[in-house]
Structures are given as C-alpha cells and as structure tokens.
C-alpha cells in the first residue's frame, strides 16, 4: 500500500499569504494524485487531479505540482473561505485508494 | 446539479449491523463507479470501498475486508454499504462519492461527495 505523508500538519497563516502544502509518497506515483478541500459539516472538495489540473469550478489562485513522490499544493493569495483541512489522495497504487493525513490551514 | 445524499448512520452496539444508503441524483449513476470513504473522529479520510458503475467489480479497503459489502441498484441511483461485526473503531462519518471517470472498472478520483452520516459503535 502507497502511504501518503503530508507536512506539515498545521499551517497558520494571514488572508492574502501564500500557502504551500506537501505531499510525499512512499513509492512513485507517477502523476496521479489529487487534492481535497475539507471544512467541518461539509463534503469534501476535489481542488486538482493528475497533480497539476484543477477541477471545473476551482479558483486560479490553487495550483498542484510535482511528479514520483513529491507534491505541492499551493494556494497563491489566502481567501477567509479557504482556511480548511487539505488532503492528498493518490490513485496509482489501485487497490486502495489511499489519501494522506491532511493538513491543517488555519488562521494566524 | 450532482447530489448525494447519505442515511442510515446511527448508534450501534459492537457485533451489530448496519445497512447505510446513497441517493444519487443530477447525473448518470448507472455509468459511474462509486465510493464510500469514512473519517473517524479527529482523523483524517479513509477509503473504504469502491463498486464498479456496472456492478461486476467491487473492491474493499483491508480494514474491512469480509465485514462490509458494497452494493447498487443502478434503477433507483441507490448506492449501499452493508457492514457487519461492527467495532468501536468503524465509529465514524461515512460518505459516499462519485468517481470522476464513467464507464471505468478502476477509481480515479472523487468529484463529488455527499454530507456524510455518522457512524457510532459504542455499547
């Protein structure tokens, strides 16, 4: 099983900063790994697919990269809305799906 | 617009059962494979189990293997999770969600999720 370790755990950053998530693989996943926005009470939100590509609805300001074992989501400018837990989930290890432990994007 | 919505979720005693529900509506269900992913409290997402949009493949996460089974029923957009021999650690939120690529028999990524419905074993 392909096991997704994401840092860090907790980000405490302003509105309008700049926000870079990782995502480290234990083994190559080539490109397929996607990203999640997640609030309380709420359902999860495919943010990026195939680590670079948005999903339709998805603001310009969030961005994927990377390839193998290492990954970055970057949020450009922080909106108030996006303060949530961020999860990466990888499909190339298929069966399972595995996603990563989240990371924390919180207010400072 | 895509809509799932869960049901069935309660509060069970450890060893029971419980049968939980995913009405689908706002796209073609019977030509996407489906998911249920569950999040313990304070914990992060977990995979549980995958159906194939035609039924003929199911896979399952090791955690639940020979306790939960995955089902459809592509004439009413239903998708269910029946689970067995539950234990404290199956206490969680429960949802179900749309693969993202039709007519496929493995997953790819989730596009669209539903609320959840909490799960509690507890004697």
């Known amino acids: 099983e392909i096991v997704l370790t994401q840092s860090p755990a907790t980000l405490s950053l302003s509105p309008g900063e700049r926000a870079t998530l990782s995502c480290r693989a234990s083994?190559?996943?080539?490109?397929?790994l996607a990203w999640y926005q997640h609030k309380p009470g709420q359902a999860p939100r495919l943010l990026i697919y195939?680590?670079?590509n948005r999903a339709p609805g998805i603001p310009a300001r969030f961005s994927g990269s990377g390839s193998g074992t290492d990954f970055t989501l970057t949020i450009s400018s922080l909106e108030p809305e996006d303060f949530a837990v961020y999860y990466c989930?990888?499909?190339?290890?298929?069966?399972?799906?595995?996603f990563g432990g989240g990371t924390k994007v919180e207010i400072k | 617009q895509v809509q799932l919505v869960e049901s069935g979720g309660g509060v069970v005693q450890p060893g029971g059962s419980l049968r939980l529900s995913c009405a689908a509506s706002?796209?073609?269900?019977?030509?996407?494979?489906m998911h249920w992913v569950r999040q313990a409290p304070g914990k992060g997402l977990e995979w549980v189990a995958f159906?194939?949009?035609?039924?003929?493949?199911?896979y399952y996460a090791d955690s639940v293997k020979g306790r939960v089974t995955i089902s459809r029923d592509n004439s009413k957009n239903m998708l269910y999770v029946q689970i067995n021999s539950l234990r404290v650690e199956d206490t969680a939120v429960y949802y179900c969600?749309?693969?993202?690529?039709?007519?496929?028999?493995?997953?790819?990524?989730?596009?669209?999720w539903g609320q959840g419905t909490l799960v509690t074993v507890s004697s």
């Open positions: 159906i194939r949009y035609d039924e003929t493949s199911k």
């Open positions: 706002g796209f073609s269900f019977s030509s996407y494979g």
């Open positions: 969600a749309k693969d993202t690529v039709s007519a496929s028999g493995i997953a790819y990524y989730l596009d669209f």
């Open positions: 989930q990888q499909r190339s290890g298929w069966p399972p799906l595995t």
């Open positions: 195939d680590a670079s």
């Open positions: 083994q190559s996943v080539r490109s397929y």
